[in-house]
């Protein structure tokens, strides 16, 4: 079992809805969770991070963690075109004191058409 | 700001060569971190720099080395190149203590022929 689990899709769905993407994780030492969209060709930009459980909201993406279940989301409302690219969720345990290094999901390949 | 930034942008070796690639951290950033993306995954991680010492390491051969200069810039170094090595190699810089908020340079193509 991989230590993060996340569907590669692809996902298509039409401009205006929402978006929910996943992954799930084995490691209960992880602590902190990201999500990085990355454009085709491009390095990945940080979406948004959360430290433990909870929500967190920023514009249209909310980023919600479920360690009880070992389950991350994130939704993107009004989803756009430009919001086509690939998700990738990544996750971080503290190591010694400091975060360990960032362990990726395969990434969610979205496509939002007009 | 320019963010962080990679060179060259693409590569083609032979197998067998050696390879060195290039990172410049964001402004304020002194931990660089170097990742190996395959097509269709997710990037896994090479190694950490952080005051000029490997601070931690994946599952990566030590084919695969690394340096940070006193300006916090880094070098990833691949000897002996095999044709699995053909990958995007990405730079991702934090500030100390913040190794969550990586945030990447556009990476370097490398294709091994």
């Known amino acids: 079992q991989k230590e993060v689990e996340q569907d590669p899709g692809p996902l298509s769905v039409p401009e205006g809805a929402i978006v929910s993407l996943n992954c799930t994780y084995s490691?209960?030492?992880?602590?902190?969770f990201m999500w990085y969209r990355q454009y085709s060709r491009k390095g990945p930009e940080l979406l948004m991070y959360?430290?433990?459980?909870g929500n967190k909201e920023d514009g249209r993406f909310t980023a919600q963690v479920d360690k009880s279940s070992k389950y991350i989301s994130l939704f993107i409302r009004d989803s756009q075109p430009s919001d086509s690219a690939t998700y990738l969720c990544?996750?971080?345990?503290?190591?010694?004191?400091?975060?360990?290094?960032?362990?990726f999901g395969k990434g969610t390949k979205l496509s939002v058409k007009p | 700001d320019a963010g962080v930034t990679q060179s060259p942008t693409h590569l083609i070796k032979t197998r067998g060569q050696q390879v060195t690639l290039r990172c410049s951290p964001k402004?304020?950033?002194?931990?660089v971190s170097w990742y190996q993306q395959a097509l269709g995954q997710g990037p896994q991680f090479i190694f950490q720099?952080?005051?000029?010492?490997?601070?931690q390491r994946g599952n990566f051969p030590d084919r695969f080395s690394g340096h940070q200069f006193p300006n916090y810039s880094s070098e990833l170094n691949v000897n002996a190149l095999l044709l699995g090595d053909s990958a995007l190699y990405l730079c991702?810089?934090?500030?100390?203590?913040?190794?969550?908020?990586?945030?990447f340079g556009p990476g370097t193509r490398l294709t091994v022929t």
């Open positions: 490691n209960s030492a992880f602590q902190y």
């Open positions: 720099y952080y005051e000029e010492e490997e601070r």
């Open positions: 990544a996750m971080s345990a503290i190591l010694g004191g400091s975060q360990g290094n960032l362990i």
């Open positions: 959360t430290y433990s459980s």
């Open positions: 402004s304020g950033h002194d931990t």
């Open positions: 991702a810089s934090s500030p100390s203590g913040y190794s969550y908020e990586q945030y």
